[in-house]
T-cell receptor, first 112, second 114 residues
Framework: KNEVEQSPQNLTAQEGEFITINCSYSVGISALHWLQQHPGGGIVSLFMLSSGKKKHGRLIATINIQEKHSSLHITASHPRDSAVYICAVKRRSGGSNYKLTFGKGTLLTVNP | GAGVSQSPRYKVAKRGQDVALRCDPISGHVSLFWYQQALGQGPEFLTYFQNEAQLDKSGLPSDRFFAERPEGSVSTLKIQRTQQEDSAVYLC????????????FGPGTRLTVT
């Protein structure tokens, strides 16, 4: 079982819909990242969080440390939101607490 | 300011060729990471530098892979005698520090081995 699991793998939505992408992890972490990757493009960091909730524009990220679960929400989705969204965690302790462990990503397609 | 840059953006190599991939991190960033991303997968850790010191190379898949950062800035990932399974996007990221700092990613180099 992967240390970081995302669901769904693929998500198709209509413009304007509210979108939720989920991430579950199995290790103790110091931080969780949500990243966005456009086709052929590099990765852009959306959020880094270790507790609670963060909001940036139409994007909201939440994390529940006890349940080892995080969600990324997109309100009023737009076709330009179409991308792969990746969850990544940084382990809390141990000798390798600098490296990120990534989920496989969720491919989001927002149709006009 | 300039972000992380990588070159080349695309590289096609014939099986058995050596390739060198370059990463220019954000100026002043101490930490530099290389990741490998196979098609349809999330990135996987290859190696980590703190300044010029390679502190972790546990993710390098074989001894054909070699990375260096001689002056603590630009880094090069070299793959010798490329194989088809080396085809992937190679991502570089840098951060101010190693632990609780955000990592900034470059655009990646897409390597195709034919």
């Amino acid at each position: 079982k992967n240390e970081v699991e995302q669901s769904p793998q693929n998500l198709t939505a209509q413009e304007g819909e509210f979108i939720t992408i989920n991430c579950s992890y199995s290790v103790g972490i110091s931080a969780l990242h949500w990243l966005q990757q456009h086709p052929g493009g590099g990765i852009v960091s959306l959020f880094m969080l270790s507790s609670g909730k963060k909001k940036h524009g139409r994007l909201i990220a939440t994390i529940n440390i006890q349940e080892k679960h995080s969600s990324l929400h997109i309100t009023a989705s737009h076709p330009r939101d179409s991308a792969v969204y990746i969850c990544a965690v940084k382990r809390r302790s141990g000798g390798s607490n600098y490296k990120l462990t990534f989920g496989k990503g969720t491919l989001l397609t927002v149709n006009p | 300011g300039a972000g992380v840059s990588q070159s080349p953006r695309y590289k096609v190599a014939k099986r058995g060729q050596d390739v060198a991939l370059r990463c220019d991190p954000i100026s002043g960033h101490v930490s530099l990471f290389w990741y490998q991303q196979a098609l349809g997968q999330g990135p996987e850790f290859l190696t980590y530098f703190q300044n010029e010191a390679q502190l972790d190379k546990s993710g390098l898949p074989s001894d054909r892979f070699f990375a260096e950062r001689p002056e603590g800035s630009v880094s090069t990932l070299k793959i010798q005698r490329t194989q088809q399974e080396d085809s992937a996007v190679y991502l570089c990221a840098s951060s101010i520090g190693p632990h609780n700092s955000e990592q900034y990613f470059g655009p990646g180099t897409r390597l195709t081995v034919t």
